[in-house]
């Protein structure tokens, strides 16, 4: 199994340009998520999906999209990037199947928005 | 709402020296808590969990117990080696919830 996988490994965008971060994950896991991680302030939720077509927003979701059309990818849009956004992004996917699961975080994204 | 809060780092040691990193918590009802742990240029990977009070999760030589009555779970290990350098991270999930919540991250350099 690959787990969870995220392209690219890094990104630099100009203020306004648009862009897709992709996440997949082969574990077949209906839960699936993005976090940004800013110095000083640990991982932050963006949106999370519990399964194929089901999505919803977690803590900081202005200025991303998230759609979910199959159980495997998870993508992120950032429709036009703002230096805000400069940051390092994680995927996690997890079975969701009670208390405890764990949750399995690719190798991350690390956008420069300039 | 849930928060975690977790020491200010770095944290530097010596090898084979004791390691404790406080966590307490605040949230509703009766959340699973983690440590999570992040080695240079990767992802963050389960190191050790609680799913209930006075349980203890152990992994790798680290433990860390959960008390309700402290709203804590603390992470310790006895004796540190060069290969534990890393940035730890403590995190509670609400519920039968996978939303996780995470504290700001404790950095351990451990030296020879």
């Known amino acids: 199994n690959a787990g969870v996988t995220q392209t690219p490994k890094f990104q630099v965008l100009k203020t306004g340009q648009s862009m897709t971060l992709q996440c997949a994950q082969d574990?077949?896991?209906?839960?699936m998520s993005w976090y940004r991680q800013d110095p000083g302030m640990g991982l932050r939720l963006i949106h999370y999906?519990?399964?194929?077509?089901?999505?919803d927003q977690g803590e900081v979701p202005n200025g991303y999209n998230v759609s979910r059309s199959t159980t495997e990818d998870f993508p992120l849009r950032l429709l036009s990037a703002a230096p805000s956004q400069t940051s390092v992004y994680f995927c996690?996917?997890?079975?969701?199947?009670?208390?405890?699961?764990?949750?399995?975080f690719g190798p991350g994204t690390r956008l420069t928005v300039t | 709402g849930d928060s975690v809060t977790q020491m200010e780092g770095p944290v530097t040691l010596s090898e084979e020296a004791f390691l404790t990193i406080n966590c307490t918590y605040t949230a509703t009802g009766y959340p699973s808590l983690f440590w999570y742990v992040q080695y240079p240029g990767e992802g963050l990977q389960l190191l050790l969990k609680a799913t209930k009070a006075d349980d203890k999760g152990s992994n790798k030589g680290f433990e860390a117990t959960y008390r309700k009555e402290t709203t804590s779970f603390h992470l310790e290990k006895g004796s540190v080696q060069v290969s534990d350098s890393a940035v730890y991270f403590c995190a509670l999930a609400p519920g039968t919830a996978s939303k996780l919540t995470f504290g700001t991250g404790t950095r351990l350099q451990v030296t020879l």
């Open positions: 996690a996917s997890s079975y969701d199947r009670g208390r405890g699961a764990e949750q399995y």
């Open positions: 999906s519990v399964g194929a077509g089901i999505t």
């Open positions: 574990m077949n896991h209906e839960y």
